[in-house]
């Protein structure tokens, strides 16, 4: 059972690009989660989804940001004309449907360089 | 809204000696889990050990211990016989039941042969 993909593993785009990451969660995983983690920080929670569904999107900012979870496919985390300080690793985690506890699996991460 | 303090930024110690790396967290919530995440330069998040709030037992993989103060909201890893393979950064992190983890700044810890 393979573990959660990201793709790519590393990204880097010039101010006012955009950036797509994607994440393949586990087999049987119908949760997945964003995290940014910016220099020297810890990761912070930016968006948490079901297929089709956006359940909490409270950590994402409030433009250029956009996440989705299609029912086929993998999940995309879309940033729109980036800018510096999106310079961050992203990480993306799932879990199995839901019980009174999941552990999240996390991916290996992208690392995206806005030059 | 739920928060996690790491307050050593830095820590080193010696290879195969114990070292301990502390965590308090905030909440109002009753029904949690915590967890201790090491990331090593390869930037992957590695599961390290975990405790349910519901249990007073403390949890324990291997070299790797807790010491779990739920009233004190109090969660400090203990890493045993130190191996230079532990050099890593180890993030403490805190999540509600079904819902996203809340993680610490993180405590960069190097392992001196």
């Known amino acids: 059972n393979a573990g959660v993909m990201q793709n790519p593993r590393h990204l880097v785009r010039r101010r006012g690009q955009e950036a797509r990451l994607r994440c393949s969660p586990m087999?049987?995983?119908?949760?997945v989660y964003w995290y940014r983690q910016l220099p020297e920080e810890g990761l912070k929670f930016m968006v948490y989804?079901?297929?089709?569904?956006?359940?909490?999107e409270s950590g994402m900012p409030k433009e250029r940001f956009s996440a989705e979870f299609p029912k086929e496919g993998p999940s995309i985390l879309r940033i729109q004309q980036v800018v510096r300080g999106d310079s961050a690793a992203y990480f993306c985690?799932?879990?199995?449907?839901?019980?009174?506890?999941?552990?999240?699996?996390f991916g290996p991460g992208t690392r995206l360089t806005v030059l | 809204a739920q928060t996690v303090t790491q307050s050593q930024p830095e820590m080193s110690v010696q290879e195969a000696e114990t070292v301990t790396l502390s965590c308090t967290y905030d909440t109002s919530e009753n029904n949690y889990y915590l967890f201790w995440y090491k990331q090593p330069p390869s930037r992957q998040m590695i599961l390290v050990i975990r405790?349910?709030?519901?249990?007073?037992q403390n949890a324990t993989e291997n070299r790797f211990s807790v010491n779990f103060q739920k009233a004190a909201k109090s969660f400090s890893l203990k890493i045993s016989d130190s191996q230079l393979g532990d050099t890593a950064m180890y993030f403490c992190?805190?999540?509600?039941?079904?819902?996203?983890?809340?993680f610490g700044t993180g405590t960069s810890l190097t392992v001196i042969p």
């Open positions: 087999k049987g995983h119908s949760h």
């Open positions: 405790q349910e709030a519901y249990k007073q």
């Open positions: 992190a805190f999540m509600k039941a079904g819902n996203q983890f809340y």
């Open positions: 985690a799932s879990s199995p449907p839901k019980g009174s506890y999941n552990e999240q699996f």
């Open positions: 989804l079901q297929k089709e569904n956006i359940i909490d």
